[in-house]
Structures are given as C-alpha cells and as structure tokens.
C-alpha cells in the first residue's frame, strides 16, 4: 500500500518499510526466465494459484500459516544447530531463547492452524493501521507534489487496516489468503514484464 516512483526511487516522507518495498518492486531479486515459453508458463501457474488463493481465501490462509510453523520450526532447529558455535555463555543464552521461541512459536501454528490465523490476521491489522498512521504523519510533515501520494497511501493503508480490526475475526477468514492471492498476481505480472538475463534469450 506504499507510494513509489516509477523507477523505485522512495518517495520523500515515506517509512523505511516503503522504500524498501518500491525498490523490490522496481528491482525484483529474483530474474524471470529467459525462455519467453518458460516465462509464459510460470507466469500462468503463478496467476491460477492467485485465482485459487482468492476463491479460498480461507483454504490459502490457513495453508500459510502452516507453511509459516513449518519454517519457524525448521528456524528453530538452526538455531539449535548452531548453538555450539556461539562464544560466551551469554550469546548462548540467546541463541537458546531464540530457538525456544521459534520452536513454541511454530508448533503453535501447526497444532492450531485455525486459531493461529485468526490471529495473524488480527496482527496485520494492527500492522496496517500504524504504518498508515505513520504516513499520515510523513504527509503533514513534508511537503513537494508528492505529499498527496503520500497522503492517499496513508488513508488506505490506515483504513485497510482499521477494517481488519473491526470486521475480526471474521476478517481472518479472508484477509490473508486474499492479500497473498493479490501478491502472487502482481507476481505474474512482474514475471512477464521483468527483463531476462542478458545472454541466455533461447525460444
């Protein structure tokens, strides 16, 4: 919901959180295939899942929670692993607690998928309302033509989250399955649109 310039130069007054999200989206991390037939597909499976995630909202939503115990699990045995490589006995304490942390954190997601989502849902919401609040107030504080841009982000950003608030927790039956569907379709679009590596333009 962050305002950036077409060619993902941060807009002034905007939080950290949206610059770095125009420069992702100006500048995708990861390449798109050079076969424009690969291209073409990946970007097809990427637009049916987000059809899919969309018509189920609540189906993808409790999909990614499980996928997000899964790697706090997964995070947690690292954690776990690399214990003995920390020097001090303080250091090792907190490699403990955080693995402990992960561990408890991602168990809890996977035993109780449905609860945890709502949840989620619930901490989004709140996420959403301060970071639009937040650019409200880089809006009254700044200034240039932008500050409109900002503004505008602001109030969405800020009123998308107060209906997460307000409508949870039905909310959690659709908001993050949703939003993840809406992702994967910009996803899509940024495959096909998105340069191919220089080299490599077999058919």
Same mark, same amino acid.
């Given at each position: 919901?962050?305002?950036?310039s077409?060619? =993902?130069?941060?807009?002034?007054?905007? +939080?950290?959180?949206? %610059?770095?999200?125009a420069q992702s989206?100006a500048?995708?991390p990861? +390449?798109?295939?050079? /076969?424009?037939?690969?291209?073409? *597909?990946?970007?097809a499976?990427?637009?049916?899942?987000? #059809?899919l995630? *969309?018509?189920? @909202?609540f !189906? /993808?939503?409790?999909?990614l929670?499980i996928?997000?115990?899964?790697?706090?699990i997964?995070?947690?045995? /690292?954690q776990?692993?690399? #214990?003995t490589? !920390?020097?001090g006995?303080r =250091?090792k304490?907190?490699r403990?607690l955080?693995? &402990? #942390?992960y561990?408890?954190?991602? *168990?809890?997601?996977?035993?109780?998928p449905?609860? /945890?989502?709502l949840?989620?849902?619930?901490?989004?919401?709140?996420?959403?309302?301060?970071?639009?609040?937040?650019? #409200?107030?880089?809006?009254?504080?700044?200034?240039?033509?932008?500050?409109?841009l900002?503004l505008?982000?602001g *109030? &969405? %950003?800020? !009123?998308l $989250? =107060?209906?997460?608030? !307000?409508?949870?927790?039905l909310?959690?039956t659709?908001?993050?399955?949703?939003?993840f =569907?809406?992702?994967l379709?910009?996803?899509?679009?940024?495959?096909?649109?998105?340069p191919a @590596?220089? $080299?490599?333009?077999?058919?």
């Amino acid at each position: 919901m962050d305002c950036y310039s077409p060619m =993902g130069d941060p807009t002034p007054g905007a +939080s950290p959180t949206a %610059t770095v999200r125009a420069q992702s989206f100006a500048h995708p991390p990861v +390449s798109a295939p050079a /076969s424009p037939k690969l291209r073409w *597909i990946t970007a097809a499976l990427l637009l049916v899942a987000a #059809l899919l995630a *969309i018509a189920l @909202p609540f !189906v /993808s939503s409790t999909l990614l929670t499980i996928a997000l115990g899964g790697v706090a699990i997964a995070a947690g045995i /690292s954690q776990l692993l690399r #214990l003995t490589s !920390v020097e001090g006995k303080r =250091g090792k304490v907190f490699r403990g607690l955080s693995a &402990v #942390l992960y561990l408890v954190g991602g *168990i809890s997601l996977l035993a109780f998928p449905i609860q /945890s989502t709502l949840s989620l849902t619930l901490f989004l919401g709140f996420l959403l309302a301060i970071e639009g609040v937040m650019e #409200l107030a880089a809006a009254a504080a700044g200034g240039g033509p932008t500050r409109w841009l900002v503004l505008a982000d602001g *109030i &969405v %950003t800020a !009123v998308l $989250g =107060g209906l997460l608030i !307000v409508e949870w927790p039905l909310s959690g039956t659709w908001a993050i399955g949703t939003m993840f =569907g809406i992702g994967l379709g910009f996803s899509a679009v940024n495959m096909l649109t998105a340069p191919a @590596p220089e $080299g490599n333009t077999q058919a």
